[in-house]
């Protein structure tokens, strides 16, 4: 493949985490999502077939970390979400770049490693989708060319960029990896995290910012096994067409 960028979207830190808000204070959620997008500017930093990475964010912080990576930012139009973020820099990669390529990562999987994303081209054709966990969502989507299909994260969006990549007439790959299923939405996933995170700067920042101590105090950081949640086994990659 030639060409291929990476692009991880963010929101706007004071629009992040709205789930954790019933564990987490505003400033907290923040530099919880700050560390999170450490661990994927690292992961990817670590490959060695991309040509670029672009963070994609109005939030100033974030372009600010994203500069200390030596990655480009782009700002989407006010008012776009994660989908139509996504679309436009994609075009802007096509036109900077001449991109033919583009991995669109979400910046809430503090497990990913480069290892990860390596294995996910490897199996790559034209559009590979990523789910998340519940194995309705998605944490990744590759295509080739950029914007191959239309985009629609949220709830139950695998279904829907499956169903999109049918109407562009693409056989998608399913990539089903345990380390990018790991998103961090909902104190549930919190728990998993404070659970089974390998060292990284998301787990280091809950346990220097007190809110390990604080949530296992609190007994919101069981073991998962209380949410109806087995403990992630060892990295492993299968995937369906």
Not at 21 to 42: H, I, Q, S, Y
Request: aromatic share 4%; hydrophobic share 40%.
């Amino acid at each position: 493949m030639n060409m291929l960028w990476a692009l991880v979207p963010v929101k706007q830190l004071s629009q992040s985490k709205q789930r954790l808000a019933a564990v987490l204070e505003p400033g907290e959620r923040e530099g919880l999502v700050l560390a999170m997008l450490r661990d994927v500017l690292t992961a990817v930093q670590g490959v060695a077939v991309f040509d670029g990475v672009l963070l994609v964010s109005r939030s100033s912080k974030a372009r600010a970390l994203a500069r200390d990576f030596g990655t480009e930012t782009f700002v989407e139009s006010a008012g776009s979400d994660h989908s139509r973020a996504v679309t436009e820099a994609n075009r802007c990669l096509i036109r900077r770049h001449r991109t033919r390529t583009s991995l669109a990562l979400s910046g809430d999987i503090p497990r990913i490693t480069a290892q990860d994303i390596d294995q996910i081209i490897a199996h790559h054709d034209c559009v590979t989708l990523v789910p998340n966990e519940n194995g309705d969502g998605t944490n990744a989507v590759l295509t080739s060319p950029p914007n191959a299909i239309s985009y629609h994260f949220g709830e139950r969006s695998l279904k829907r960029h499956v169903a999109s990549a049918d109407a562009a007439g693409i056989s998608p790959s399913i990539v089903r990896n345990t380390n990018l299923a790991l998103d961090i939405d909902e104190p549930r996933d919190l728990a998993r995290a404070l659970v089974d995170l390998p060292p990284s700067f998301t787990r280091d920042y809950l346990e220097s910012s007190g809110i390990a101590a604080r949530l296992k105090d609190q007994n919101i950081s069981q073991t998962t096994e209380r949410f109806g949640m087995p403990i992630l086994a060892d990295q492993e990659t299968w995937v369906t067409r």
